[in-house]
């Protein structure tokens, strides 16, 4: 299984700031990323696919970059509503396989 | 409105059977694969595997391999996701979800609300 490995595991941050998520996958990946938010209580939403492309509908505040086996999440400046876990998905090959999973705080 | 809406809450003993179901709308459901993803409490997301209506094609996870069945009924464009035997660790949300584009495996860009499974004795 293709092994995706996402740091921090949480992080806390102030309202305006740069916040930054990486994700490794133990195998090449290419550009077959996906992100996701996903709020307590709530179905996971798509942020991000194939690594670098803004989902319909998403704030551009939200980015995502990298290919082979290291990608990065940026939200550009937080906002309160961007409490939630955010999660990195490969689609490379099967088993699909997701990352453990980072979550976020407002300082 | 493209939409999954699931089935309801589910309490269940140690043994029983169980069968939740995904109802689709809004789009050709022969077309897409349907994906099920369990959370158990407190923890990530994990993939159980994915059918194609179409023509019933079936991948499941290693983990979950030959513990649930993935069955899709084209009539009613509904996906149903069976235990035959549930166990206290099948205790999860579950969700179904389905990928941006037709017989791809992309980001998974619409989800059901999920159905909450708890088994105990």
């Known amino acids: ?107 | 409105e493209v939409q999954l809406v699931q089935s309801g809450a589910e309490v269940k003993k140690p043994g029983e059977s169980l069968k939740i179901s995904c109802k689709a709308s809004g789009f050709s459901f022969t077309n897409y694969w349907i994906a099920w993803v369990r959370q158990v409490p407190g923890k990530g997301l994990e993939w159980m595997g994915f059918i194609y209506p179409g023509d019933s094609d079936t991948r499941y996870s290693p983990s979950f391999q030959g513990q649930v069945t993935l069955s899709a009924d084209k009539s009613i464009s509904t996906a149903y996701l069976q235990w035959s035997s549930l166990k206290a660790s099948d205790t999860a949300m579950y969700f179904c979800a389905r990928p941006k584009s037709p017989a791809g495996i992309d980001g998974f860009s619409v989800w059901g609300p999920g159905t909450v499974v708890t088994v105990s004795s």
């Open chain 1, 1 to 107: 299984d293709n092994q995706m490995t996402q740091s921090p595991s949480s992080l806390s941050a102030s309202v305006g700031d740069r916040v930054t998520i990486t994700c490794q996958a133990s195998q090449d990946i290419s550009n077959f990323l996906n992100w996701y938010q996903q709020k307590p209580g709530k179905a996971p939403q798509l942020l991000i696919y194939e690594a670098s492309y803004l989902e319909t509908g998403v704030p551009s505040r939200f980015s995502g970059s990298g290919s082979g086996t290291h990608f990065t999440f940026t939200i550009s400046s937080l906002q309160p509503e961007d409490v939630a876990t955010y999660y990195c998905q490969q689609y490379e090959n099967l088993p699909l396989t997701f990352g453990q999973g980072t979550r976020l705080e407002i300082k």
